[in-house]
């Protein structure tokens, strides 16, 4: 029976720990997302309304309602919403029962390397920066991965074929779908269904009660959908399926993107690793009657998520998830493959990661204290300097055929860079989020606050503890400057030029991203 050594299990949660956990407790919170969720929780908390969110104003059907319980709930633990505490239970939790799930599978399939794949994923950027915000994503990833894995484990004969275990495939679909929407339910269908079909073993699914599970999903959608109808009226109906539905995989209500838009990001979304993942897809597309289940299963997982994604209208990077997972195990898979038996050509590929790498830390070094497009690039050169230690070591090894050269060259730099990240973004809450703005809006204590076309804004009232109103019309700021007294605008730096000329002003908070404006009367 696979088991990991004490000491990589404690190496692997330092790692894990390093990358997911400071920053949540020394950042603000972003006002676009995060501090929005948090308002909406508020008014859930203060309200008493389970199955009903509201926005600013307006009732919220973006999102089902579960996870605003579980940031109520922590508050009503913690007396806050902090963002440490929620951001350590609701994502990096997630985050480090996902990496365990590597671990666990990684054992079973990959034993000559079995550190490799949750190394792998813990590292690629993508699962790294969705592992330190607040969003749905990553809570809804770990029970897609759960729902998958469990399936794969049952087709492939290391788990138990019973009604219990198969039913366990469509409960945590159905868990997903609480946290997010319908994301959790179509990526691991469709994975299932395409992986069955290729395999000319579509007659399995009669032997996972896959007419049964699907009635468990529609039961647990109704346990969710009948309240939220009660409480919202008839028009939340149309809100889910047309609006939110409808909308947002044929017409794009938000984030309208090419076809293309996945394909253009990979690279940056999987940055040192990306390289290995493109040779390994070529070689494995390439070769795919001659693949093990495994290798097939997680190809398939991965292919479907990407394409899925960019068939649908509305595209943000954070969509794709779901596909660091078979990512991680087939660039572990390919990277035992050549090392054992093509090392040139290992060396080769690990030396283009291992530059770009190099190449990246030599700008950081470069920009270290400088000021790039009215950005200050922070005091990063010892992370920098760090980094290029590690990639020369690697290079030694590199030379010397040692299979530690992965961890040196292409996991160690993202760990010092995270850490230098952690002693550095304190310096940078007030580009982060409108916390301090709030503050000096509170010291002003003005009878009138406006967000002046920035609509994140609105949500510094978490702080302010009064309304902020939007506005994004001139004429309509005039004619509240006309009637009103004691006014404050929060805006967005780069729309300064956007106040009438004949409005004065002073300017009473300022950095490159934030400002805060007095109206002058």
């Given at each position: 029976?696979?088991?990991?050594?004490?000491?990589?299990?404690?190496?692997?949660?330092?790692?894990?720990?390093?990358?997911?956990?400071?920053?949540?407790?020394?950042?603000?919170?972003?006002?676009?997302?995060?501090?929005?969720?948090?308002?909406?929780?508020?008014?859930?908390?203060?309200?008493?309304?389970?199955?009903?969110?509201?926005?600013?104003?307006?009732?919220?059907?973006?999102?089902?309602?579960?996870?605003?319980?579980?940031?109520?709930?922590?508050?009503?633990?913690?007396?806050?919403?902090?963002?440490?505490?929620?951001?350590?239970?609701?994502?990096?939790?997630?985050?480090?029962?996902?990496?365990?799930?590597?671990?666990?599978?990684?054992?079973?399939?990959?034993?000559?390397?079995?550190?490799?794949?949750?190394?792998?994923?813990?590292?690629?950027?993508?699962?790294?920066?969705?592992?330190?915000?607040?969003?749905?994503?990553?809570?809804?990833?770990?029970?897609?991965?759960?729902?998958?894995?469990?399936?794969?484990?049952?087709?492939?004969?290391?788990?138990?074929?019973?009604?219990?275990?198969?039913?366990?495939?469509?409960?945590?679909?159905?868990?997903?779908?609480?946290?997010?929407?319908?994301?959790?339910?179509?990526?691991?269908?469709?994975?299932?269904?395409?992986?069955?079909?290729?395999?000319?073993?579509?007659?399995?699914?009669?032997?996972?009660?896959?007419?049964?599970?699907?009635?468990?999903?529609?039961?647990?959608?109704?346990?969710?959908?009948?309240?939220?109808?009660?409480?919202?009226?008839?028009?939340?109906?149309?809100?889910?399926?047309?609006?939110?539905?409808?909308?947002?995989?044929?017409?794009?209500?938000?984030?309208?993107?090419p076809f293309y838009y996945y394909i253009i990001l990979?690279?940056?979304?999987?940055?040192?690793?990306?390289?290995?993942?493109?040779?390994?897809?070529?070689?494995?597309?390439?070769?795919?009657?001659?693949?093990?289940?495994y290798e097939k299963f997680m190809l398939i997982w991965?292919?479907?998520?990407?394409?899925?994604?960019?068939?649908?209208?509305?595209?943000?990077?954070?969509?794709?998830?779901?596909?660091?997972?078979?990512?991680?195990?087939?660039?572990?898979?390919?990277?035992?493959?050549?090392?054992?038996?093509?090392?040139?050509?290992?060396?080769?590929?690990?030396?283009?990661?291992?530059?770009?790498?190099?190449?990246?830390?030599?700008?950081?070094?470069?920009?270290?204290?400088?000021?790039?497009?009215?950005?200050?690039?922070?005091?990063?050169?010892?992370?920098?300097?760090?980094?290029?230690?590690?990639?020369?070591?690697?290079?030694?090894?590199?030379?010397?055929?040692?299979?530690?050269?992965?961890?040196?060259?292409?996991?160690?730099?993202?760990?010092?860079?995270?850490?230098?990240?952690?002693?550095?973004?304190?310096?940078?809450?007030?580009?982060?989020?409108?916390?301090?703005?709030?503050?000096?809006?509170?010291?002003?204590?003005?009878?009138?606050?406006?967000?002046?076309?920035?609509?994140?804004?609105?949500?510094?009232?978490?702080?302010?503890?009064?309304?902020?109103?939007?506005?994004?019309?001139?004429?309509?700021?005039?004619?509240?400057?006309?009637?009103?007294?004691?006014?404050?605008?929060?805006?967005?730096?780069?729309?300064?030029?956007?106040?009438?000329?004949?409005?004065?002003?002073?300017?009473?908070?300022?950095?490159?991203?934030?400002?805060?404006?007095?109206?002058?009367?």
């Amino acid at each position: 029976m696979f088991k990991l050594k004490k000491s990589e299990l404690i190496f692997l949660f330092i790692v894990s720990l390093i990358i997911f956990v400071p920053l949540f407790f020394l950042r603000d919170y972003t006002p676009k997302n995060e501090l929005k969720y948090i308002n909406i929780a508020n008014d859930m908390y203060h309200n008493g309304r389970l199955f009903t969110l509201i926005d600013n104003g307006n009732i919220y059907t973006d999102k089902p309602p579960f996870f605003f319980w579980f940031m109520n709930i922590i508050r009503w633990f913690s007396g806050s919403y902090g963002l440490g505490y929620i951001g350590l239970f609701l994502t990096a939790v997630p985050a480090i029962l996902t990496v365990a799930v590597a671990i666990y599978l990684n054992g079973k399939y990959n034993k000559e390397n079995h550190m490799l794949m949750p190394l792998i994923l813990v590292t690629t950027p993508l699962f790294l920066i969705s592992g330190i915000c607040i969003r749905m994503d990553m809570f809804m990833g770990l029970w897609i991965v759960l729902s998958l894995i469990v399936f794969f484990q049952i087709y492939d004969g290391k788990m138990c074929l019973n009604r219990v275990n198969s039913y366990m495939i469509y409960i945590f679909m159905g868990m997903g779908l609480f946290i997010k929407g319908g994301a959790a339910l179509i990526v691991p269908l469709l994975t299932i269904l395409v992986f069955l079909v290729i395999e000319k073993e579509l007659k399995f699914l009669k032997k996972i009660y896959f007419l049964e599970g699907i009635g468990i999903i529609i039961f647990m959608f109704l346990l969710w959908l009948i309240p939220a109808v009660i409480a919202n009226g008839k028009e939340f109906l149309s809100d889910i399926f047309i609006k939110q539905t409808v909308g947002r995989t044929i017409k794009a209500i938000a984030h309208d993107r090419p076809f293309y838009y996945y394909i253009i990001l990979l690279p940056g979304l999987y940055f040192q690793w990306f390289i290995l993942l493109f040779a390994a897809l070529g070689h494995y597309i390439k070769n795919y009657r001659n693949l093990d289940n495994y290798e097939k299963f997680m190809l398939i997982w991965f292919v479907v998520t990407i394409v899925f994604f960019s068939i649908i209208k509305s595209k943000l990077w954070l969509y794709i998830l779901p596909s660091a997972f078979p990512a991680a195990a087939l660039i572990s898979l390919y990277i035992v493959k050549i090392f054992k038996e093509n090392r040139k050509k290992f060396k080769i590929i690990l030396s283009f990661s291992m530059l770009m790498f190099f190449i990246s830390a030599l700008l950081l070094l470069f920009l270290s204290g400088k000021a790039v497009k009215g950005y200050l690039v922070g005091n990063v050169w010892i992370g920098a300097l760090l980094i290029i230690i590690s990639l020369i070591f690697s290079g030694i090894l590199l030379i010397n055929n040692k299979k530690s050269v992965i961890i040196f060259s292409l996991v160690i730099p993202i760990v010092i860079f995270m850490l230098n990240l952690a002693f550095l973004v304190k310096d940078y809450n007030g580009l982060i989020g409108i916390k301090d703005i709030s503050n000096e809006i509170l010291k002003l204590n003005p009878s009138k606050i406006i967000s002046y076309d920035f609509s994140s804004g609105v949500y510094a009232k978490y702080y302010i503890n009064k309304e902020v109103e939007y506005l994004d019309n001139e004429k309509m700021l005039k004619d509240l400057v006309n009637k009103e007294n004691n006014i404050v605008l929060i805006m967005e730096t780069k729309d300064l030029k956007k106040i009438p000329l004949d409005i004065k002003y002073t300017i009473f908070y300022n950095n490159s991203v934030y400002s805060g404006i007095k109206i002058i009367k």
